[in-house]
């Protein structure tokens, strides 16, 4: 007889964005994301950090400051990331499951790369204008995006 406690997709997929995530240099957010098909296959896999040849030691990690002085400048988001480094030849239709509501920048590629779906575990950003304009895209686009269902089961990793 088969087991029953095993995780669902769901579970799987976003988990696999919360591990990612923990690659993410930010003291402040820790952002993962993992893009999937109708296949259940993963096509690829990123988290919120300096582009390539850019040291994490060198650029700033600081929220507060001007251009120069704060992480929005130079951090590539986990979407993006995910993006980028995806080696399938597209993820028309596909499914992104990211830890933090995609920013409007963010959707903006994920709508140009065909994302049919996004699921999202956090989205503690709805009430600023970019979350906004992402919602407002994404629903012209007609792409779906949802809450990830919380099921309190405990998953841990021993390293």
């Known amino acids: 007889m088969k087991r ?5 997709w769901d579970e799987y997929f976003m988990g696999v964005a919360r591990l990612a995530a923990m690659r993410s240099k930010d003291p ?12 259940k296959q993963i096509l690829s896999v990123g988290y919120n950090g300096m582009p390539i040849g850019c040291s994490d030691d060198e650029f700033p990690w600081e929220r507060d400051g001007g251009v120069l002085d704060s992480k929005y400048a130079f951090v590539c988001h986990a979407e993006m990331n995910a993006i980028l480094n995806c080696k399938a030849p597209n993820i028309k239709g596909s499914t992104c499951y990211v830890t933090l509501f995609p920013c409007n920048e963010c959707t903006k590629a994920l709508i140009q790369k065909g994302v049919g779906k996004i699921i999202y575990q956090s989205d503690k950003y709805h009430d ?4 906004a304009a992402a919602r407002q895209m ?3 686009a007609g792409i779906k995006f949802e809450p990830y269902n919380e099921t309190g089961r405990k998953i841990e990793l021993e390293v």
């Open 4 to 8: 029953e406690d095993y995780i669902s």
């Open 28 to 39: 402040n957010t820790q952002v993962g994301a993992c893009i999937v098909d109708d296949d």
């Open 128 to 131: 600023t204008d970019t979350a």
């Open 138 to 140: 994404l629903d012209s």
